[in-house]
């Protein structure tokens, strides 16, 4: 390589590297990113071993032969499936018991169940799994059910195998006994694979936060360069020289970014709504008919309403925040890259609530978590599904004294001469000459 074009790769590369700007943007951050997206892949995988290994399980005998106490036994003493197993008499009692025993799944062994296999007819046992949230832990939790009754089915076929029942029918010996899958949430039985309900759930809940981190972001980007274009056209400081109250002017520019805020909710309300009508419709598959509501998820016109105020708070919050951080850049450029490391805030509750289930991490980090305060806009939008309106009323209390602390600092700040004098900029450190 010639030296003079070596030179110039070294200076540039220098200059670059220089830029605090750069170096945040193009080296720190992906570093957090990254960090951030192992934490949350680990946290995920750590709590849905840990939602699967304390999984319990209710029997309900009706049969009462060999093949239930077979079962029995299986579950008992295979080691690959640590669960805890109450027997209950009845279905109805089952059912009634679901909430004080907190129970992941209710294993009917019908009535003639036994007889059946030992007459060389297969048999059909049924399990309904109990969802309990919208998180992806519950397809994990699905699949370890399901995988236990097949264990139970490739070992009843193997001892059929052994042993002199009728063995002549080789789909008999293959499967003598077949599984139907009930879901069960918020006292729905609905005859859906809870394997099915999982997957659509967890596909379709990890489009939300993307869509509301978009639109939160894009408002913050929106709002920090109108501002700064008008700091660095000058505009401002002749603005705040005019005989008005300088409290009076921020509270005209938040005004003007509330319509915005305003405009933005309803149209995310109308698309919401179109979105949760294609949801919970009903899709098919095959001969399955998947329809959601039939569980109880569906959102009541309490919960838009609800939903519409989670939003147009949450949109208010980040306009509070560009305002805030803009007005004290000197230019577009470094308006947008300070909101660039607010981006954090957003991004990491994004992540959590499509990989995880943040009520089953430790109490020091949901508390970390619920601090961030677009934590409650993720959780809010699943609370309204789940119909938990108490804790949504909760993340809105939370997003409201947010957003009013924001702005009282806005106020304060604005209203002396900081917002000439403040610079929320990096700037290197001239170097020293030497003697």
């Given at each position: 390589?010639?030296?003079?074009?070596?030179?110039?790769?070294?200076?540039?590369?220098?200059?670059?590297?220089?830029?605090?700007?750069?170096?945040?943007?193009?080296?720190?951050?992906?570093?957090?990113?990254?960090?951030?997206?192992?934490?949350?892949?680990?946290?995920?995988?750590?709590?849905?071993?840990?939602?699967?290994?304390?999984?319990?399980?209710?029997?309900?005998?009706?049969?009462?032969?060999?093949?239930?106490?077979?079962?029995?036994?299986?579950?008992?003493?295979?080691?690959?499936?640590?669960?805890?197993?109450?027997?209950?008499?009845?279905?109805?009692?089952?059912?009634?018991?679901?909430?004080?025993?907190?129970?992941?799944?209710?294993?009917?062994?019908?009535?003639?169940?036994?007889?059946?296999?030992?007459?060389?007819?297969?048999?059909?046992?049924?399990?309904?799994?109990?969802?309990?949230?919208?998180?992806?832990?519950?397809?994990?939790?699905?699949?370890?059910?399901?995988?236990?009754?097949?264990?139970?089915?490739?070992?009843?076929?193997?001892?059929?195998?052994?042993?002199?029942?009728?063995?002549?029918?080789?789909?008999?010996?293959?499967?003598?006994?077949?599984?139907?899958?009930?879901?069960?949430?918020?006292?729905?039985?609905?005859?859906?694979?809870?394997?099915?309900?999982a997957s659509t759930i967890s596909t379709q809940m990890m489009m939300m936060p993307v869509v509301i981190m978009i639109m939160l972001m894009?408002?913050?980007?929106?709002?920090?360069?109108?501002?700064?274009?008008?700091?660095?056209?000058?505009?401002?400081?002749?603005?705040?020289?005019?005989?008005?109250?300088?409290?009076?002017?921020?509270?005209?520019?938040?005004?003007?970014?509330?319509?915005?805020?305003?405009?933005?909710?309803?149209?995310?309300?109308?698309?919401?709504?179109?979105?949760?009508?294609?949801?919970?419709?009903?899709?098919?598959?095959?001969?399955?008919?998947?329809?959601?509501?039939?569980?109880?998820?569906?959102?009541?016109?309490?919960?838009?309403?609800?939903?519409?105020?989670?939003?147009?708070?949450?949109?208010?919050?980040?306009?509070?925040?560009?305002?805030?951080?803009?007005?004290?850049?000197?230019?577009?450029?470094?308006?947008?890259?300070?909101?660039?490391?607010?981006?954090?805030?957003?991004?990491?509750?994004?992540?959590?609530?499509?990989?995880?289930?943040?009520?089953?991490?430790?109490?020091?980090?949901?508390?970390?978590?619920?601090?961030?305060?677009?934590?409650?806009?993720?959780?809010?939008?699943?609370?309204?599904?789940?119909?938990?309106?108490?804790?949504?009323?909760?993340?809105?209390?939370?997003?409201?004294?947010?957003?009013?602390?924001?702005?009282?600092?806005?106020?304060?700040?604005?209203?002396?001469?900081?917002?000439?004098?403040?610079?929320?900029?990096?700037?290197?450190?001239?170097?020293?000459?030497?003697?």
């Amino acid at each position: 390589m010639p030296k003079p074009l070596l030179n110039l790769i070294l200076k540039e590369v220098k200059e670059l590297m220089r830029d605090p700007k750069i170096l945040v943007g193009t080296v720190l951050m992906p570093l957090i990113m990254f960090g951030v997206l192992g934490s949350v892949f680990s946290a995920s995988i750590s709590s849905t071993e840990e939602a699967v290994k304390n999984l319990s399980l209710i029997v309900v005998d009706e049969d009462g032969g060999v093949i239930s106490s077979s079962f029995k036994s299986f579950l008992q003493s295979n080691p690959r499936f640590e669960v805890k197993t109450y027997y209950i008499p009845s279905f109805e009692e089952a059912l009634k018991s679901l909430p004080e025993l907190n129970a992941s799944a209710i294993f009917l062994l019908p009535k003639g169940l036994s007889d059946n296999v030992t007459k060389g007819i297969p048999g059909q046992m049924k399990m309904y799994v109990v969802f309990s949230s919208l998180s992806i832990v519950e397809q994990g939790k699905a699949s370890m059910l399901q995988s236990m009754l097949e264990a139970y089915n490739k070992a009843l076929s193997l001892q059929i195998i052994s042993s002199e029942l009728p063995s002549s029918n080789p789909l008999f010996v293959s499967n003598p006994i077949s599984s139907r899958y009930y879901t069960y949430f918020k006292g729905n039985v609905a005859d859906i694979p809870p394997q099915l309900v999982a997957s659509t759930i967890s596909t379709q809940m990890m489009m939300m936060p993307v869509v509301i981190m978009i639109m939160l972001m894009t408002t913050m980007t929106m709002a920090a360069t109108a501002v700064a274009i008008e700091k660095e056209a000058k505009t401002l400081e002749t603005l705040l020289t005019l005989p008005v109250n300088r409290l009076t002017i921020l509270v005209g520019k938040l005004s003007g970014s509330l319509f915005v805020a305003l405009l933005g909710t309803v149209a995310y309300m109308f698309g919401f709504n179109y979105y949760m009508n294609s949801l919970l419709g009903g899709f098919g598959g095959g001969q399955q008919t998947l329809d959601l509501s039939s569980l109880g998820i569906t959102v009541t016109p309490i919960g838009y309403v609800l939903l519409g105020i989670v939003f147009f708070i949450s949109i208010v919050a980040t306009l509070a925040l560009a305002v805030s951080f803009s007005v004290f850049s000197e230019d577009v450029r470094s308006a947008q890259n300070s909101i660039s490391y607010i981006y954090i805030i957003i991004i990491v509750p994004l992540l959590l609530f499509m990989f995880i289930d943040i009520n089953t991490l430790s109490l020091p980090a949901q508390i970390a978590l619920y601090a961030i305060p677009f934590t409650h806009t993720m959780n809010a939008t699943r609370e309204i599904l789940l119909g938990n309106y108490q804790s949504v009323l909760f993340n809105i209390l939370y997003l409201v004294v947010f957003t009013v602390v924001i702005l009282y600092i806005a106020a304060k700040l604005f209203t002396t001469e900081k917002v000439f004098t403040t610079k929320f900029t990096l700037k290197r450190r001239p170097a020293k000459k030497e003697l």
